[in-house]
Structure formats: structure tokens, C-alpha cells
């Protein structure tokens, strides 16, 4: 029995999907029993668990072969990341109490950058979950290709895209989800010992500018990428509400710097196949 957290989301929904496909038992991990309708409807056990609750996820880990730990996203966390922190401890505790026979957990790329950044929150639980008494698998994708599903609407109403990665022209290391949850699944049964980081990207690196030729090649309209200037960013991330936008940019800037990279030799870094075409044609026909 495989349990998956995450379930209803796009990496969690392809980790189970995948796991089905090869004839495992999985039990759904879902904080709304009232999404979790196609789930039973596959056969899946379902278990009532949010990631902040110890006891709910020491239930729902109970008996496992494997555990999948999707950490859920936190874009503007409070200083100090207690959101990540809440979810650690609890995840933490249930691992130690149900002792599962395997965990894979969904990092990222750049979880091992030094320098404080969105992607902190991921360093923290890679930090917590070392410790575990289980073997513990992170499994480190590159920038999601799925987030141009933000960009879908400007590239098809007004032909741009505007882009935070810069400059225009620089390949970013990015990934279909479903090459991320057919990795996961992979993970999950090939059993294991001890603590291993593996890191994926997709079948080429992409820059803003192939993003955008992309869209247009998908969207059959010219579309460019338009670089939002760095002094910018702090203005435009509060004016969309956020409270802390410090965390976000740092992550933007690490990429654009380059110390968010893969940490790995470029050898061992595991390449999807899923083309950026593919995932955008999907976005273009069901926007999220
Ligand atoms: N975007 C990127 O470029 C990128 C790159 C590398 C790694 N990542 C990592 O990928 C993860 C996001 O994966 P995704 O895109 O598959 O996410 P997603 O589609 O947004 O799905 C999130 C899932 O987590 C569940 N969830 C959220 N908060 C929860 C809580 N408090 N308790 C229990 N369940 C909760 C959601 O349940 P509901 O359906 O109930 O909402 C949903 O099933 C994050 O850990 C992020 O750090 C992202």
C-alpha cells in the first residue's frame, strides 16, 4: 500500500496515477473528503489527513510500503517560514510513528542553496526528514513547466508573456509534472536504504524566449517574452496581495544568478521526456 498525500493536485495525481497503472494498492491522503470522489471511484483506500496534523498523518501513513510527501506551496510564508515548520513537524512525527517502509518527498531543485529564498521552506524539511529512521528519498524537479499556466491569457489576448526569469535568452532547467510523479512512483518501488537526493529536469532547458515562441507556435499568434525589471517586482508582488514578497524575489534572483542550480554532476541529473509543447497544448485547452 502506497500513500500518497497530495493526491488531488498535479504531481500527487500523477505519482498515483502511475502506481495504479502498475496494478499498486494506493490509499488517497486528502484534507476534503469531497475531493477524493475519483480517487475511491479508482479503487484508492481514502484517508482524512491536512499536512500541519501529526496524529491524522500518523494514521493515514499507517501500514505503508511507501510514502509520498507533497509539501504543499507557501508563496508569501511570514518571516521565519512557520508554515513550512508546521508541516515538517508533523510530517516528521508520523513518519517516526508509523514508520513506513520507504518515504519519497517532493523537493526541489536548489533545496541545498545557502542563501534564505522561497525555496528554504524545501532545505528545512530535507533537513527534518534526514533524520528519520526510514529510508528517505527527495526527489529535486527543476521549475514546474505547468507555471506557464499563468501566462496562458496574456499570451493568447495580447501576445506576450511576462517574464520574472532573465535574461530572456537564459535556458532554465524545467520539467513536466508528469515526468515528476512517474519519477516519484519509480522511486517508491524501487525500495531502498538510507537518505538519496535525485534530481530531474526535462528533455531540454528552456528560456523565456522559447517559452514564448512555444505559445506561439501552440497558440498559432506571435507571442514574445517581456522582461519585468528587477526594481519592479516588490511593488507588483504586493499589489497582488502579497504580504512578504522578499522570500519570492530571492528565488528569482537565485535563478537568475545561478545559485539555485541542480547540485549534482550534470551526469546524474535524470531527464524526463515530456516536451514543453505537450504540457502547453493541455494548458491552452484547460486552463487552469
Ligand atoms: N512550481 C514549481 O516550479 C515547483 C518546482 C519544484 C518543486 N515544486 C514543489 O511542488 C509542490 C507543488 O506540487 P503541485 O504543483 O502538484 O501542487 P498542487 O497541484 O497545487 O497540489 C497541491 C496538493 O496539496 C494539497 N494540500 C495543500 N495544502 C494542504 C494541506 N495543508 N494539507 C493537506 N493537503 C494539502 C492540495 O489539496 P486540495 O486539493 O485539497 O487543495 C493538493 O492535493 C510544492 O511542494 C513545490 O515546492 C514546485
Known sequence: MFAITGITGKVGGAVARRLLAAGQPVRAVVRDVTRAGPWAERGC???IARMEDAASLTAAFAGAKGVFILPPSEFDPAPGFPEARAVIAAVSNAIEQARPEKVVCLSTIGAQARESNLL????LMEQALREMPVPVTFLR??????NAAW????ARDDGVIASYLLPLDKPVPMVATA???RVAAELLLQ??????TVELEGPRRVSPNDLAS??????GRPVRAEAVDRQDWEALFRS???KYPLPRMRMLDGFNEGWIEFEGQPDEIVRGDVELETVLRQLVSCPA
Not at 151 to 154: I, P
Open 214 to 219: 512555444t505559445f506561439a507556435r501552440v497558440l
Open 45 to 47: 483506500e481514502l484517508a
Open 120 to 123: 528554504t521552506q524545501r532545505t
Open 179 to 181: 515526468d515528476v510523479g
Open 191 to 196: 525500495g531502498g536504504s538510507g537518505v538519496r
Open 151 to 154: 501566462d496562458v491569457a496574456s
Open 141 to 146: 524537479p527543476g521549475w514546474f513547466m505547468e
Open 240 to 242: 497582488q496581495g502579497m
